[in-house]
């Protein structure tokens, strides 16, 4: 039986009413606003628990990354089913192509190691997909793209500005190419790692940036750098 303080209850009625009128969600600020609290770490620390409940995931590499998990709202009497069939079709929630289905709107996506030290992550097809030995559920209205998922567990706290720290599992989505200023796994040749970072374009060189200070950038010749994935979603491991 999941037990919410009065705080985390405010807190999700208030995600739910401002998702209800905006179609998308509010930023931690905003929460804090509404509930009174001034605190983002204090925001942070309770949305924690309501995504430990599977009741909300969260996208931190964006300032509106919440989803809802309609499912569980309607099965612990949060929401009504109507309400919720809404909110699913506003939210325009996938189906799962690739991955097993858990239940109508998530997935379970493959954990794959860490990113970190090791060989370069290998091309993930279906077969691969499901004979991986540890899985996570994700919601599957989070996600973009369904197909070619899957998760790495983070060492270091190289991105702690990003709100990506040590221990947590960051999803992926499979390409070879990507955006700058997207954050990717990269391998980087000559190094043998495969390294967590934002990734930017300079002429012929590739710059790998961290999200601390404490880090220098990374950077390689272009040929040396290959993507392995785009970060999707980054969950929240709690430690105790």
């Known amino acids: 039986m999941v037990t919410l303080s009065t705080r985390q209850k405010n807190i999700l009625q208030f995600i739910i009413s401002f998702f209800n009128e905006n179609k998308f969600p509010p930023t931690i600020r905003e929460i804090g606003e509404k509930v009174g609290i001034s605190s983002t770490s204090v925001v942070n620390y309770n949305l924690a628990k309501l995504e430990e409940e599977r009741l909300l995931l969260r996208r931190r590499e964006k300032s509106r990354g919440l989803s809802l998990n309609w499912d569980r709202l ?48 290998p091309y993930l097809d279906a077969r691969e997909a499901q004979a991986a030995d540890e899985w996570i559920d994700v919601a599957a209205g989070l996600l973009g793209s369904n197909d070619r998922l899957f998760a790495l567990r983070v060492r270091g706290n190289s991105m702690i500005d990003a709100s990506v720290l040590d221990g947590d ?34 002429g012929n060189h590739v710059r790998l940036q961290p999200a601390n200070p404490s880090f220098e950038p990374i950077r390689r010749p272009a040929d040396k750098v290959r993507i392995n994935g785009k970060v999707v979603s980054v969950i929240r491991v709690l430690k105790h």
């Open 74 to 121: 309607t099965e612990m009497g949060i929401v009504d089913e109507g309400q919720a069939r809404v909110a699913q079709a506003a939210n325009g929630a996938p189906q799962a192509t690739n991955g097993r289905s858990t239940a109508r709107n998530w997935l379970q996506v493959p954990i794959l190691g860490r990113i970190a030290a090791g060989e370069p992550i």
């Open 169 to 202: 599992l960051v999803i992926l989505h499979q390409q070879d190419s990507a955006d700058d200023g997207d954050m990717v796994a990269a391998w980087i040749e000559g190094d043998e790692e495969t390294t967590l970072k934002y990734l930017y374009r300079e």
